[in-house]
């Protein structure tokens, strides 16, 4: 009996003992345990104050089930208050994202579906149409969670977007502004190229001007010269002759009538070609253009052509016509000439109307008759030869007005309409 006493106070003794060192151990666990949650709290307390202060916004939300399988949709179960602040939508909580964008819930909800899916996070731009807001997100799944869920951390990058576009829109008018500085360049080396070129052709006119007026100017001399040489010489040399014939026409009564005959043959001949001498010498040059002055030697022209011809002529000139110098005068003396012969020749007309005028800085000389007009009659064969080519001393005539023009740097041009005549129209400038 006394050994089962001290049996019994012995296991008594084992189970005080190992009921101290459980109690002991427990009030370790639970001061621990007190510690743990402690942390516990304090950590929660810093993910809290962490999560509200952050800058970006963060949530976490949730994948739920829906009536279609193939259609996945996602709850906002947490959001930071920088959420609203980077989005521009309140109130998600509890909400789904198929709820709040409808319009564009599923391009969001196949990147959340990707997440879930490859276990990976994933970095990317997107723009938010609700809110026409730019966000650079990254999302990544919450492992630790008994359900379905994404977390996102993103910030709106809309103004970082716009200042980006803004550097690169300065970008490309910075270059095109300097491709334009270029050009700018290259035209005003062009520029000055071409007004120094336009400055070399303008004095390359000026002096073929001159040198045309000292052609003209020459071939007037020569005209001159040639014209006193047939006036004083051949002339008075057939002149000459003549009376010698006369005289043995006189002496010859002897001699029989044919030698008298033959007498007056060689004195028609001698008389038609003092006249044909007068005519060339007046051609080549006019006494009265030289003596009494440009309009006197231009009525004495239409005079002699109304004679010639039987077409009237009526003539307009601006006062102070005489001033002009002798080049264009000559010139306009010239063109008239030759377009009163080719209206005698061709034109069938009864009157012709010439008019010279000053316009500005220009002379203009019109010569119009009412004929059927010589340019038109050479196109069909009035003013050809027997053979039908056209007449040379025609087109060497319309060629030659046209030269001494232009070589006063003026322009020369015929107008020729059915019904209605010819028009010769003459421009001269006065200067460069």
């Not at 630790?144 to 803004?166: C, G, H, M, N």
């Not at 009265?288 to 030697?297: A, E, H, T, Y």
């Not at 203009?364 to 053979?387: E, L, P, Q």
């Amino acid at each position: 009996m006394n050994e089962a006493l001290i049996l019994g106070s012995l296991r008594q003794h084992e189970l005080t003992e190992a009921a101290e060192r459980l109690n002991a151990q427990l009030l370790v666990e639970m001061a621990e345990r007190k510690q743990v949650e402690a942390a516990l709290r304090e950590a929660e307390g810093s993910y809290h104050d962490l999560f509200n202060s952050m800058d970006e916004g963060f949530c976490v939300i949730e994948k739920i089930a829906t009536a279609k399988r193939a259609v996945s949709d996602y709850r906002y179960m947490e959001t930071n208050p920088a959420f609203e602040c980077h989005t521009g939508i309140q109130n998600v909580i509890g909400k789904s994202i198929r709820q709040l964008i409808p319009q564009e819930a599923a391009g969001w909800c196949r990147i959340y579906d990707t997440v879930l899916k490859t276990g990976k996070p994933e970095r990317f731009e997107r723009i938010l149409e609700k809110t026409e807001r730019i966000l650079e997100l990254f999302a990544f799944q919450v492992k630790d969670s008994i359900r379905p869920r994404v977390a996102l951390l993103f910030r709106d990058i809309t103004q970082r977007k716009k200042e980006e576009e803004t550097q690169k829109r300065i970008a490309v008018l910075a270059a095109s502004n300097q491709k334009l500085e270029r050009e700018i360049v290259r035209r005003k080396a062009v520029e000055k190229v071409l007004v120094k070129s336009e400055l070399h052709e303008k004095q390359l006119r000026v002096r073929t001007r001159q040198l045309a007026h000292q052609v003209l100017h020459s071939q007037e001399q020569e005209r001159l010269r040639i014209s006193r040489e047939l006036h004083d010489q051949v002339v008075q040399t057939l002149i000459g002759i003549n009376v010698r014939l006369v005289g043995l026409k006189v002496q010859a009564g002897k001699l029989g009538p044919n030698f008298r005959q033959q007498l007056s043959i060689a004195q028609n001949l001698v008389e038609n070609s003092v006249a044909t001498v007068h005519g060339l010498s007046r051609d080549l040059r006019p006494e009265l253009l030289d003596i009494l002055g440009f309009i006197p030697s231009l009525r004495a022209l239409l005079k002699s052509f109304h004679a010639d011809s039987g077409i009237r002529a009526n003539l307009t000139v601006f006062s102070g016509v005489e001033k002009l110098g002798d080049p264009i005068l000559t010139a306009l003396y010239r063109v008239l000439q030759e377009a009163l012969s080719n209206v005698f020749r061709h034109a069938n007309a009864d009157k012709v109307e010439i008019q010279i005028e000053k316009i500005a800085d220009q002379i203009r000389m019109t010569i119009h008759d009412n004929g059927k007009g010589f340019a038109k009659a050479i196109g069909k064969g009035v003013g050809k030869s027997k053979a039908g080519k056209p007449n040379k001393q025609t087109r060497l005539g319309l060629i030659g007005m046209q030269e001494r023009i232009e070589m006063l740097g003026g322009t020369f041009g015929i107008q020729c309409l059915k019904g209605t005549g010819t028009t010769v129209t003459v421009l001269i400038p006065l200067s460069d």
